[in-house]
Nanobody
């Protein structure tokens, strides 16, 4: 499966962006999906993940209450709605999928098998 992330850009602190991750090659209906980010000079970190049905999403503490992950299986797309953005949210954001046989949400990037190319989010102060 190939993942394509989009929706990044430059926004002022307090603003919003919505990232999208669309799959080609096969359906995402059988994959746990996640968003990760990598800030300059830092390791890739977990942001959010969602189960196959879209229920019971999991968030990093740093984004809880500000970001919302969702999925539209009919459109083969996963979203990350980011509100009240802060300068420290500046990073390259990646979407990722776990293998189809696995239904448990994971926070470690090593547990995800498929990755998009990343989209840059820059939040100015």
């Amino acid at each position: 499966v190939q993942l394509q992330a989009s929706g990044g850009g430059l926004v002022q602190a307090g603003g919003s962006l919505r990232l999208s991750c669309t799959a080609s090659g096969r359906t995402l209906n059988s994959n746990v999906m996640g968003w990760f980010r990598q800030r300059s000079g830092k390791e890739r970190e977990f942001v959010a993940a969602v189960s196959l049905s879209g229920g019971a999403p999991v968030y990093a503490d740093s984004v809880k209450g500000r970001f919302t992950i969702s999925r539209d299986n009919a459109k083969n797309t996963v979203y990350l709605q980011m509100n009240f953005l802060k300068p420290e949210d500046t990073a390259v954001y990646y979407c990722a999928a776990r293998s189809p046989a696995i239904t448990v949400i994971a926070r470690s990037h090593t547990q995800y098998s498929y990755w998009g190319q990343g989209t840059q989010v820059t939040v100015s102060s």
